[in-house]
């Protein structure tokens, strides 16, 4: 079993910066694809961006090319967002996860076995 613990949330003016982090404990040698996915309301949760095992090129969705960066730390089994240059559309609850191996589909968030539990970003214009 893995447990996701998600930190920093919170709330930022449009144009401004946020970090999310995502700790992973428990049985983490299981883990393959580690994931930060994003849910508005009214609207299905959806990834924002992955990282895949052994260092390939991540995934970012379209909408935030350029303006978001996931990056790990596996020596303390921890994935982060850098989040800039945040726009009001960006508002949404984000969630971390993490995969069983996946065989690469580290974009599909039907992979992902693991959940963090959810926190709140607000970005105001």
């Known amino acids: 079993q893995v447990l996701l613990v998600l930190f920093r949330g919170g709330s930022a003016q449009s144009g401004g910066p946020l970090r999310l982090s995502c700790a992973a404990s428990g049985y983490t040698l299981c883990i393959d694809c580690r994931g930060w996915f994003r849910q508005a309301p009214g609207k299905d949760r959806a990834v924002v961006a992955a990282?895949?095992?052994?260092?390939?090129?991540?995934f970012y969705v379209d909408s935030v090319k350029g303006r978001f960066t996931i990056s790990q730390d596996n020596a303390k089994n921890t994935v982060y967002l850098q989040m800039n240059s945040l726009k009001p559309e960006d508002t949404a609850m984000y969630y971390c996860?993490?995969?069983?191996?996946?065989?690469?589909?580290?974009?599909?968030?039907?992979?992902?076995?693991?959940w963090g539990q959810g926190t709140q970003v607000t970005v105001s214009s």
């Open positions: 996860a993490a995969s069983h191996p996946s065989g690469g589909y580290c974009y599909r968030i039907k992979e992902y076995n693991y």
């Open positions: 990282v895949y095992p052994g260092g390939a090129t991540p």
